[in-house]
């Protein structure tokens, strides 16, 4: 019998997929713990939202209070400075869906520059969250 390359590597996946599946299965019958999955409950969630918010919240008064102003009505103090006014977040928090406000934070438009080099995705999901509190 001729051996070929790669037939040990597919018989040892093979073996490793069906060891596996036995032991999740077992796992999933003693227990309510499904493959090490556990549900958040909603006290740990609002901390989470919470912290988000916290975190939006300080990269807001850092980056974007001095134009957007207190509320976000684009209205701070170096607003007249602008070429243009500085955009409504309020308006724009209840008009325009997250991905898209997402992308305007993290792209440059005009005088606002875009984020997406200076902060990560998680900053500025947490900022886009802080500013539809807005709304």
Request: proline share 4%; net charge positive.
């Amino acid at each position: 019998m001729k051996r070929t390359k790669g037939k040990p590597i597919k018989y040892t996946i093979s073996l490793f997929i069906i060891i596996f599946s036995i032991s999740c299965s077992r796992i999933n019958q003693q227990s309510h713990v499904r493959h090490g999955i556990i549900p958040l409950s909603s006290a740990v969630s609002k901390k989470l939202d919470e912290a988000s918010l916290a975190r939006g919240k300080i990269l807001y008064e850092h980056n974007c209070f001095s134009c957007h102003g207190d509320k976000g009505q684009g209205d701070g103090p170096l607003a007249h400075q602008q070429d243009h006014p500085p955009a409504n977040l309020q308006k724009m928090a209840r008009e325009v869906k997250d991905f898209k406000f997402f992308m305007s934070i993290s792209q440059w438009q005009g005088d606002m520059p875009g984020w997406k080099e200076s902060y990560n995705d998680i900053d500025r999901e947490d900022l886009v969250a802080y500013i539809k509190t807005f709304r």
